[in-house]
């Protein structure tokens, strides 16, 4: 039986572009699943209730068991998409970062999308849905002081890139370029050409659009795309330069 209206779930749905895709699946009418770390009191606007949000922190070893078992809890048995776009990052030397911050981008980054595809498929296959992986091109491009964070990048492109060969998992992989969002300052990172970067919810909705096409790995923007290009294609060049100008 068709339904009419779809079941959107995105995580990292409290900030950046993970609001700004729920704001437009909100306006499309869609039914939400907004997941958080951040408790429901401390946030305001219409996106967030009781029925919407669902506080997990994707640190945590049983942040899916959390998810679906509020899925449960609502009574919602099928997914038309499971956008995974929650991320952390740290800017500054390895050297630098302590242990338990690695463990944390990488907990959020890929295990916790990891897990989450593992336990939200039996939903998104009821749906005929879609996974999609929020990405970046900083997995192809370098990208220096954010090595972790682009490592974890590079892992879920190669995640996707597996289901989607392996074929029982419809998955697309979504990397947008430097965008205005609240990421670089909780990383440590003071960008002072941040004003340049794309706000928010133009990225937001250049990601909606692909979501609706079909292509498998989308890069969001032609510079982007450009960047990415080079970063797979002329890596060692690419390399070679950054680390003339970084002297
Ligand atoms: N902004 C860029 O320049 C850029 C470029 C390329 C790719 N991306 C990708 O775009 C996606 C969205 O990032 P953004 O720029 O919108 O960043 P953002 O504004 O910082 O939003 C990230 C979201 O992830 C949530 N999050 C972080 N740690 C979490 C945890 N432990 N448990 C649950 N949720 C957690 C954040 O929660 P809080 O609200 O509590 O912080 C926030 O809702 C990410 O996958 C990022 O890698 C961003």
């Not at 779809?6 to 749905?13: C, E, F, R």
């Not at 890929?110 to 992986?133: C, Q, S």
């Not at 074929?167 to 050409?193: C, F, L, M, Y």
Request: charged share 25%; aromatic share 6%.
């Amino acid at each position: 039986m068709a339904r009419d209206r779809k079941t959107v779930l995105i995580t990292g749905a409290t900030d950046g572009i993970g609001r700004a895709l729920a704001e437009i699946y909100r306006a499309r009418g869609e039914r939400l699943v907004l997941v958080g770390r951040r408790p429901l009191d401390s946030l305001n606007g219409g996106l967030f209730s009781e029925e919407t949000y669902c506080e997990a922190d994707l640190c945590e070893a049983d942040c899916a068991d959390q998810v679906c078992s509020f899925l449960r809890s609502r009574k919602i048995d099928a997914l038309d998409l499971a956008i995974q776009n929650a991320a952390t990052g740290y800017y500054g030397s390895v050297a630098s970062q302590t242990e338990a911050g690695i463990r944390s981008i990488v907990a959020v980054n890929l295990l916790g999308p990891l897990r989450l595809t593992h336990a939200l498929e039996p939903y998104v296959n009821n749906a005929g849905g879609k996974h999609v992986l929020i990405g970046s091109i900083a997995h192809a491009f370098p990208c220096p002081e954010f090595a972790v964070y682009a490592a974890t990048k590079e892992a879920l492109d190669v995640f996707g890139r597996n289901l989607r060969v392996e074929g029982d998992v419809n998955v697309q992989v979504i990397h947008p370029g430097a965008t205005q969002t609240g990421i670089h300052r909780k990383s440590g990172w003071q960008e002072e050409n941040a004003s340049a970067y794309p706000p928010a919810e133009r990225v937001a909705r250049r990601i909606a659009r692909a979501i609706e096409g079909r292509g498998s790995v989308v890069t969001i923007g032609l510079r982007n795309r450009m960047l990415r290009f080079c970063g797979r294609y002329c890596g060692r060049v690419i390399e070679a330069l950054m680390r003339w100008r970084a002297r």
